[in-house]
């Protein structure tokens, strides 16, 4: 049997649609191995979301060709891969294919191109696409990623994302239901939905809030995430289903990239800071014990001291539980790069420090502060180190807890012993135990 390696970079989106390219390889016989000497086929899957992580694929071309046999196949696909098409063929010899985003039901027949020696380049979009008849080849675990949105309307102007991933489209309510009871009958309890911008969520009929009440009351489904939101399209009815639906979790990741109000205008995002500071205190106000995580951008062109403070402050305001930050890299092909005054580059790293320092200290504050309370784990696997079990609260907090390698995949009840200000170590709490759900 033909076997593929696959490597993946960037967001969970890239991790699911990974697992798509793995259902459309699997109808073709293939396997998975995590090998890359022994592949037949080998994938790598692109972020281009900042240069970066160009940067990084790039490099790592240079060691996947050593384990190039005669007739090997060696692929990029992705948002790099949308974002380059054909010049990536011409920039990286080694490279046999490459396919953006839309693109993966070419799989097959551009690696059989490649057999014949012909390079090519498949980044059409397709408005239409969800793969809706591929089954994703998932690893086995209680948790699964289930795409419910491609694409992205928006138009900030920091992003690459509307140009790599095409127009928004949402997946029809019967078909993610459809695969989430499948997911919940094959023993799944955790599903996160995804999507560039996912509680703009609207196939025509239904929105988000559909969406969360129907995913989350499929029997056995014990866990509900989303990711990511956008700040303003938490309407109220998104709240009260929220609200109203107990699988959903106490966390929400809201990406607010800065918290200068005149920066916000620049990356056109549509809210200003006393804004998204509604946003956060109407997502309090719906969901007790909310644990909220950003992403954040310093160095965006024409972003003074004064409004890097106000990031700073917003961090502090908010009491964000973690956060994703990022020196602001220009993408060739967004609007932004045609603004003015960009930040230089030492300026951005500075920055970047400063705030990992403020998020650092606020996250262990607020962690600090939860030693000693007792949550619901979802056991996830081995721990890195230690011969402990990772395991994950609804508040997405990990805390590493001693116990049995059967543990992996159920649910347990648990004391939080200590942290190191952003993970925690922890105890079962026996006698408070949660059978498996
Ligand atoms: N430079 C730096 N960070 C970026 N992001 C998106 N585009 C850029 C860019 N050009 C960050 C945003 C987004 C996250 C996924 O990546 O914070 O939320």
Sequence with gaps: MPSVYIETYGCQMNVSDSELMLGVLAREGYVRTDDPTAADVMLVNTCAVRDHAEQRVLGRMGELKRYKRPGDVLGVVGCMAQRLGPRL????????????????????ELIARAR???????????????????????????SAFVTVQRGCDYRCTFCIVPMTRG???????????????????????????????VNSYHDGTHD?????????????????????PYPTDFTERVLAAMAGTPAVCEH??????????????????????ARFLEVVAALRRAISGLALTTD???????????????????????????????????????????LKDHVA??????????????????????????????????????????????????????ALVEGSPDWIGTYRRVRFTGTTGSTFTAWPVEQERTLVG
């Design 116 to 142: 014949g020696g012909e390079r090519a380049a498949d980044v059409a979009f397709k408005g239409w696409e969800h793969y809706e008849d591929v089954p994703p080849v998932r690893p086995d675990s209680a």
């Design 252 to 273: 929400v990741h809201l990406p607010v990239q800065s918290g200068s109000s005149r920066v916000l205008k620049r990356m056109l995002r549509r809210y200003d800071r």
């Design 345 to 398: 580059e030492d300026v951005k790293t500075e920055r970047l420090e400063r705030l990992i320092t403020v998020v650092r200290r606020v996250a262990a504050r607020r962690n600090m502060a939860l030693v000693g309370t007792t949550h619901e784990v979802l056991v996830e696997g081995p721990a890195k180190r230690g011969g402990l079990l990772q395991t994950r609260t609804r508040t997405n907090k990990v």
């Design 208 to 228: 988000f809030a559909d969406l969360l009440r129907a995913v989350g009351t499929v029997p056995g489904m014990r866990r509900l995430r989303f990711t990511s």
């Design 167 to 197: 127009p928004e489209r949402s997946r029809r309510l019967a078909d993610v239901v459809n695969e989430v009871t499948r997911l919940a009958a094959s023993g799944t309890t955790e599903v996160t939905l995804l999507g560039q911008t």
């Design 89 to 108: 063929l011409e920039r990286v010899p080694q490279v046999d294919l490459v396919i953006g985003p839309d693109g993966y039901r070419s799989l097959p």
């Design 296 to 338: 954040i951008i310093v160095g965006f062109a024409g972003e003074t001291e004064d409004d890097f403070r106000e990031t700073l402050s917003l961090v502090e305001e908010v009491g964000f539980d973690d956060a994703y930050t990022f020196k602001y890299s220009l993408r060739e092909g967004t609007p932004a790069v045609r």
